[in-house]
T-cell receptor, first 112, second 114 residues
């Protein structure tokens, strides 16, 4: 069983809609979770991280964490074509040296 | 801004060659990582280092070695390149130990082994 799982998609949403990206994890020791965005041919760039249960908002992005359900999500409001990318979810355990375990990524396409 | 620099962006090597991938970070980060990324397999950790001269195996260390002689520099070595090592290699760094430390990636090195 993969430690961090994502639906690979592709997920297609119309411009202006809310895109919802989901991630589950199996390691209950994971304490922090990260969302990265990766454009084709580029390296991943951090969108945001979350370590407390509940919601965390940053501009059009909201990360949600539910440790009881071992579930992390990323909502993108007012989706734009420039949001079209692969979104990677990653979890960090409590002991290792900032080592992240990544999901396979969800491909998001925002169509005009 | 954090800068992680991978000096070789695109390489083509022959089977059996020794390959060095170099990575330098300028933020005095303790941790450095090497990942490879393949379609359908996502990002997989090869090796990481949490201090100078310290290293630990990741999920797929076979066929690779690493060197960290200075804090800012972390090298990935393919002792004898094989075609199944054709991939994009990503170097990354983070500040310190424990969770909650953001990993910053370099731009990636595309390696083709023929």
């Amino acid at each position: 069983q993969k430690e961090v799982e994502q639906n690979s998609g592709p997920l297609s949403v119309p411009e202006g809609a809310i895109a919802s990206l989901n991630c589950t994890y199996s390691d209950r020791g994971s304490q922090s979770f990260f969302w990265y965005r990766q454009y084709s041919g580029k390296s991943p760039e951090l969108i945001m991280f979350i370590y407390s249960n509940g919601d965390k908002e940053d501009g059009r992005f909201t990360a949600q964490l539910n440790k009881a359900s071992q579930y992390v999500s990323l909502l993108i409001r007012d989706s734009q074509p420039s949001d079209s990318a692969t979104y990677l979810c990653a979890g960090a355990g409590g002991t290792s040296y900032g080592k992240l375990t990544f999901g396979q990524g969800t491909i998001l396409t925002v169509h005009p | 801004d954090v800068k992680v620099t991978q000096s070789s962006r695109y390489l083509v090597k022959r089977t059996g060659e020794k390959v060095f991938l170099e990575c330098v970070q300028d933020m005095d980060h303790e941790n450095m990582f090497w990942y490879r990324q393949d379609p359908g397999l996502g990002l997989r950790l090869i090796y990481f280092s949490y201090d100078v001269k310290m290293k630990e195996k990741g999920d797929i260390p076979e066929g690779y070695s690493v060197s960290r002689e200075k804090k800012e520099r972390f090298s990935l070595i393919l002792e004898s390149a094989s075609t199944n090592q054709t991939s994009m290699y990503l170097c990354a760094s983070s500040l310190g130990s424990g969770s909650g430390n953001t990993i910053y990636f370099g731009e990636g090195s595309w390696l083709t082994v023929v």
